[in-house]
Nanobody
Framework: QVQLVESGGGLVQAGGSLRLSCAAS????????MGWFRQPPGKEREFVAA????????YYVDSVKGRFTISRDNAKNTLYLQMNNLKSEDTAVYYC???????????????????WGQGTQVTVFS
C-alpha cells in the first residue's frame, strides 16, 4: 500500500514557476515508477510526466517539454515536478501517481497506476 500527498500548488502569473512535491509513504518507494497527471476544468485526466523506478528515465507530454522537469528523491520518498514558464493552459488539478515497476509506455497511461494522491490545484493567470 502506498499513500501519496501532493503539495506546492497555487496561483501564479503566466511565465512564473511552481514546484510540486508528492510525499509517499511505504518502504518500497524506489520500486515504483511515478507519474504526474493533470485534469483541466471540464476535461479528462491527462499524462504530464513520468519517471521510471529502475534507472530514472523520464518522459513528458510534448506540451511541457523544456518547461517541466520531473525528479525523485528515493531517500526522502518524494517526487517533484518543477514547472517553469507556466501558461494559462497549464491550469489544472495536478495528481501524482505510483505504479509498481511500470515501464514505458504503460507509465504514460492513467490505467497503469495503482495509487493516486488527492491532487493539488495549479491556476495560471495572465
Amino acid at each position: 500500500q502506498v499513500q501519496l500527498v501532493e503539495s506546492g500548488g497555487g496561483l501564479v502569473q503566466a511565465g512564473g514557476s511552481l514546484r510540486l512535491s508528492c510525499a509517499a509513504s511505504g518502504r518500497t518507494f524506489s520500486s515504483y515508477s511515478m507519474g504526474w497527471f493533470r485534469q483541466p476544468p471540464g476535461k479528462e485526466r491527462e499524462f504530464v510526466a513520468a519517471i521510471t523506478w529502475s534507472n530514472g528515465l523520464t518522459y513528458y507530454v510534448d506540451s511541457v517539454k523544456g518547461r517541466f522537469t520531473i525528479s525523485r528523491d528515493n531517500a526522502k520518498n518524494t517526487l517533484y515536478l518543477q514547472m517553469n514558464n507556466l501558461k494559462s493552459e497549464d491550469t489544472a488539478v495536478y495528481y501524482c501517481a505510483a505504479g509498481l515497476t511500470l515501464t514505458y509506455p504503460i507509465l504514460t497511461t492513467v490505467k497503469g497506476y495503482n495509487y493516486w494522491g488527492q491532487g493539488t490545484q495549479v491556476t495560471v493567470f495572465s
